[in-house]
């Protein structure tokens, strides 16, 4: 009885461990399914079928027939206006991600050294964050860098008995770089902070004592000798999502240059802005996505060599 | 609170709609507007007419009839009316009207790339492409004899080869509109050349008043196309660039002297851009460049205190007036399954039917109907100032061509931008524009 039971109950246990395996898949693929599922027919057939358009002739049709070699990538290399939107977006970026990591990382020390009221500070500059880049701009357009007396900036200039600025549309002296930056500043130093701030938790406190009781004076000190250095990663990490953010430039752009009917947005057109124009306005959907194409090329040349020198993304040696 | 109000502009909620686009222009305003809608996580509305139409069975023909959203109130209640009494006409036919806020052109491009898209459909710009891409059905024999009572410049909108695509609904042109309370006091006269438009602009400038104003770009966008046509050329003659001859260029370099001397005076960066009166009607600006289409809300506003003019000549004796001469026409899908019920549709609307073109033109804000007859009998255009911009529609306004596509928009666009606001020469970007829009002419050939 008991020679015969032992099968039967290891095949029971099996067929019990093969259901529990297969209800495992089963939930894996529910919740993935669907994801990789979205992934797939928004994303990955979208890029493929995009650069299959890049070598074709493809104006107003996504399924062209005039196959036209590199003839858009070099009709984009000659033209004078894309170049100079990658020049544009390049001063963007080497303004942009200087001056986020510095701000994000000031926040972020000044909220770590606070011992009371720390969430509140966090969550405070943290809630941009949720923000969307349309409404802020809106908020930047309309009503802060208004150009008329009655605009937020101009109203406080008046109390300094100054006249009022237009802030967006004259070229010199170029404020409408001070909308354009200062809006993506408040919009994304708090994400940058929180991964400061996460960066400089995972710093051990026993260092900071050890240095102490060497004699280090706090401050500058250990700023330079131990908080920094450690935060090398993080740091490393911010400059690279900083500067791809930076190159995929479109909303604050789109939304404060442009209006119907207004040409301003000529005074600072990032790439995308550019290719969105020629794409989606012009219908010339080959042109638009090796445009595309050479702007992802260049995103991954530069996160590629970040990785040469701040080596974020490779293994931490031990 | 400006915020808010800024966001129903940007949505177009009251706002004349710009009928007249470059289509660099269109593109442009299309994606702040796309990227405007997608925040107000609104869908664009949907309104079903015909629904009083008689039950009908299986051979019944559905059409989706689209238009971008016109500011005018009462517009979307029309052309939900027109669809119903189709149906009436034709209880086979039901015509359900699609309306959308935002950004029509691009929701119209895409649809159009796919089976799903309106079988009947509004546009503005040029067509050569759309005809290329077989995305517009030939409407030549639609016409009839009413062909030669459309005017020229609605039929060549819509010519290509010796087909037309398209029927005219509305033209539209821009004016400058001028408050005489401010301008009679002052003794200053309507200018009628560029000096004198600057000189009644500083002469006008309050600070809390503004002499002029012609967008939030500074007027660069207006001014580019005023220029060029001022100067007596056009976008192209001969299937030719025309926009680079010395003429053209000596008035860009008259146009980067007029704005070196009075962008003080010039508003800039209020809160709706050119083709919104609000402006002027606020006073923020003694004289506006804004549409025909504006003056009902104008004479509303601040009733018969202004008049209107062309946009003014290079100098005396040098050049001439100018305006543009825009619009909207219907097209049908040639990629539908019904095309011929469309067809008909269209015919029956914007062919046959004068009645409802002078209402949709006169009923709401001010166009010119492009048939003769029905601009003729038009009772609201006929006196004041609303008669006066026919006449200088008739007289200066100047279109687009089939052919200038979105690429050459760009292409001029820059050019315009870097002479008026980098005060780049203008010889040189005019030729490099040409250049541009030559090859693009010569890939049309």
């Known amino acids: 009885m008991s020679v015969q039971s032992v099968p039967t109950s290891t095949a029971a246990h099996a067929s019990r461990q093969r259901r529990r395996q297969l209800r495992t898949t089963l939930a894996f693929w529910g919740f993935v399914g669907p994801l990789f599922l979205g992934l797939i027919v928004f994303t990955y057939i979208p890029v493929l079928w995009g650069f299959v358009l890049s070598f074709f002739e493809a104006k107003r049709t996504v399924t062209p027939t005039t196959f036209v070699g590199l003839e858009n990538y070099l009709t984009l290399f000659r033209d004078r206006a894309f170049i100079q939107s990658l020049i544009t977006v390049a001063l963007f970026a080497l303004f942009i991600v200087p001056a986020t990591t510095a701000l994000a990382l000031g926040l972020a020390l000044l909220v770590n050294s606070i011992t009371r009221g720390q969430t509140f500070f966090r969550s405070v500059f943290f809630i941009p964050t949720a923000c969307s880049y349309v409404v802020a701009s809106l908020v930047w357009k309309l009503n802060i860098f208004n150009g008329l007396p009655f605009g937020l900036a101009n109203m406080v200039l008046y109390q300094f008995g100054q006249d009022p600025i237009v802030w967006i549309g004259p070229p010199n002296p170029p404020w409408y770089w001070l909308v354009l930056v200062s809006v993506r500043l408040w919009l994304q130093v708090g994400f940058y902070m929180i991964l400061f701030l996460a960066g400089l938790q995972e710093i051990p406190r026993s260092l900071y004592e050890a240095a102490y009781v060497d004699g280090a004076s706090g401050g500058w000190t250990t700023f330079r000798n131990i908080t920094f250095p450690l935060l090398r990663n993080t740091t490393a990490a911010v400059v690279v999502l900083n500067i791809i953010a930076a190159f995929q430039a479109f909303d604050e752009f789109i939304n404060i240059l442009s209006g119907t009917g207004s040409s301003n947005i000529n005074l600072a057109r990032p790439p995308l802005v550019y290719l969105y124009g020629i794409a989606i306005g012009s219908q010339d959907f080959g042109l638009g996505t090796a445009g595309a194409f050479i702007l992802a090329a260049i995103i991954i040349g530069i996160t590629l060599l970040q990785n040469r020198f701040f080596a974020f993304g490779r293994e931490e040696r031990a | 609170m400006s915020a808010n109000s800024s966001n129903d502009e940007l949505m177009g909620r009251n706002k004349p709609p710009p009928l007249f686009f470059s289509s660099r222009r269109f593109a442009v305003g299309s994606a702040a507007s796309a990227a405007v809608l997608a925040a107000c996580g609104s869908a664009p509305g949907t309104t079903t007419g015909g629904a009083s139409a008689p039950a009908t069975t299986g051979n019944a023909i559905e059409l989706s009839h689209w238009y971008h959203q016109y500011g005018e109130e009462g517009t979307q209640q029309a052309a939900i009316r027109y669809a119903e009494e189709y149906s009436k006409i034709k209880p086979n036919v039901k015509v359900t009207v699609e309306w959308t806020p935002g950004d029509y052109g691009a929701k119209l491009n895409a649809a159009l790339l796919t089976p799903e898209g309106p079988d009947v459909f509004e546009f503005s710009g040029p067509i050569l492409d759309l005809v290329n891409a077989g995305q517009v059905a030939d409407l030549t024999d639609i016409y009839g004899d ?94 030719k660039p025309d926009f680079n001859s010395d003429a053209t260029v000596a008035a860009f370099k008259k146009g980067q002297e007029f704005l070196a001397a009075n962008s003080g005076a010039i508003l800039s960066g209020a809160p709706t851009d050119w083709w919104d009166p609000s402006a002027f009607t606020q006073n923020l600006t003694a004289m506006q460049w804004t549409g025909l289409w504006a003056m009902p809300g104008i004479r509303d506003a601040i009733g018969d205190d202004f008049g209107v003019m062309p946009w003014p000549a290079i100098g005396a004796g040098e050049g001439r007036p100018a305006t543009f001469w825009g619009g909207w026409s219907q097209y049908a899908n040639a990629k539908r399954p019904n095309v011929e019920a469309a067809k008909e549709y269209i015919k029956w609307l914007w062919i046959d039917n004068t009645d409802i073109q002078k209402d949709w033109s006169l009923a709401y804000g001010f166009h010119v109907p492009p048939r003769k007859s029905a601009a003729a009998s038009a009772e609201p255009l006929k006196t004041g100032p609303a008669a006066e911009a026919v006449t200088i529609l008739n007289q200066y306004g100047r279109p687009l061509f089939p052919n200038w596509t979105g690429a050459m928009g760009t292409a001029w666009g820059d050019a315009v931008n870097n002479i008026l606001k980098n005060n780049a020469d203008p010889k040189a970007e005019l030729d490099a524009a040409a250049q541009k829009v030559q090859a693009e002419l010569d890939k049309q050939a």
């Open chain 2, 146 to 239: 009413a062909r030669s009572d459309f005017n020229e410049i609605g039929l060549q909108a819509n010519t290509v080869g010796d087909r037309l695509y398209g029927v005219k609904m509305i033209d539209d042109m821009g004016l400058l509109y001028y408050r005489k309370s401010l301008l009679e006091p002052a003794g200053i006269a309507p200018p009628t050349t560029l000096d004198e438009l600057g000189a009644a602009i500083q002469a006008l400038n309050t600070g809390q008043t503004k002499g002029f104003f012609m967008g939030n770009d500074g007027g660069v966008g207006v001014m580019g196309d005023m220029l060029l046509w001022s100067s007596g050329h056009e976008y192209l003659k001969d299937n």
